[in-house]
Nanobody, 119 residues
């Protein structure tokens, strides 16, 4: 059972930066991909980006591309979401998630961390 713990959320002014961390409870060599999602009040959860664990390749939603960067530290079993040039519309609870293969959904989720961007 993989356990994920996010940290790094907080309050930041528009234009500022935050870095979120997602620590995993075990070695992730069997993980296919790690994703970041977010859910704003009154809205459905949306995909932010993902990183393929073996290759390090990343994909991003159009709304964050060029501003957000996902990276990983294999030694620390941790995935990061660097968020720059934050906007008020980035305000949401951010979740990391893990999937074991390309044919399986994101099965493991963290508890979420709040990001609030003031305009």
């Amino acid at each position: 059972q993989v356990q994920l713990v996010e940290s790094g959320g907080g309050l930041v002014q528009a234009g500022g930066s935050l870095r979120l961390s997602c620590a995993t409870s075990e070695r992730t060599f069997s993980t296919y991909a790690m994703g970041w999602f977010r859910q704003a009040p009154g809205k459905e959860r949306e995909f932010v980006g993902r990183i393929f664990w073996s290759s390090g390749d990343t994909n991003y939603a159009g709304s964050v591309k060029g501003r957000f960067t996902i990276s990983r530290d294999n030694a620390k079993n941790t995935v990061y979401l660097q968020m720059n040039n934050l906007k008020a519309e980035d305000t949401a609870v951010y979740y990391c998630a893990a999937r074991a293969s390309s044919v399986r959904p994101y099965e493991y989720w963290g508890q979420g961390t709040q990001v609030t961007v003031s305009s």
